[in-house]
């Protein structure tokens, strides 16, 4: 078992303070992504975790031991960077055999080693190549492996398909979670692309500006952020938010956004859950695209809406409707509406609409 904790963990370069007071419990086998934007202290949280940077305050523990005042090559971690990192003058095999002729393993051992890990990753035919006959996504393969077969406590991964072309990366995430599932190893993911966080990990954890926001299933983060920040870093696209005012009209709540007098109908349970935030002006709506309906007839509590930019994107597009001053985005399907300036009808979705504090960005709790 290996169990990653960190805890009060603070890091400073200079007097600018890059991580601050994170805590985060890593169960064993958990595949852990860590999610931010560049500069939001991700990377530095995963090279404390792995001894390549020193932390001013706080535990970093593996399987309840302390291990911050361990260099790297104590703590049993092996890490995959975004560059490949492979010796040129070594064939694969020579490569990933490299990390056990170190500890002075038998040939024979090292043999056995090397063609079990190359098995896994698929990659026995390439053993005699060198790196420069290599492609991208077989290169970081190779990185991997080495990485791998010295099984070690966990293994850290610094954004390691980042450099790749599109469909090697989506090759590659699918690589690495069967990798994930046969090995069973811990792993901690780094990477700013939220679609790959979403693809692969147990849990993602959403750091900004050094603070962790939320830390959740893909589903968790995606359904219930837990901030305006989270809301629009998760999903793509990104969800829309407009400043709101909710008051009762005829026996129901009533929520008007971007100066659209007529507003949209929900339910009137909404006024009580809003703890009084309602009529002030206090709140923001948020609503996922797939949560904007969108009709060409007039019914009851849709609102006429004009069509601007429309993204075809295969399987369905994305559609921009023009409600009193801003822009909400709609997921409809493919070919629904059909020219930019078309005159529509849209409504929002009560059980998919989030509401949060403008004040302080934190979500309300409230779900209809």
Known sequence: MTQIELRGVQ????????????????????????????????????RAIAGLETIDEGDILIDGQAVQHLKCSDRDIAMVFQSFSLYPHMTVYENIAFPLRATRMNRAEVDKEVREIAKVLRITNLLDRKPSALSGGDMQRVAIGRALVRRPKAMLMDEPIGALDAKLREEMRTEIKRLHLKQGSTTIYVTHDQIEAMALADRIVIMHEGVLQQIGSPEEVYSRPANLFVAGFVGSPVMNVADATVSESGGSARVIVAGEPEGFAFPRELLGKLNGKAASGGVSLGIRPEGVLVDHEAREGFLPVEAHIIEPLGAYDIVDLKVGDQMLRARTRSGYVARAGDRVFARIDPSQAHFFDKESGNSLGVRL
């Open 11 to 46: 890091k400073y370069f200079g007097a600018v303070q890059v991580i601050k007071n994170l805590d985060l419990k890593i169960e064993d086998n958990e595949f852990i992504v860590l999610l931010g934007q560049s500069g939001c202290g991700k990377t530095t949280t995963l």
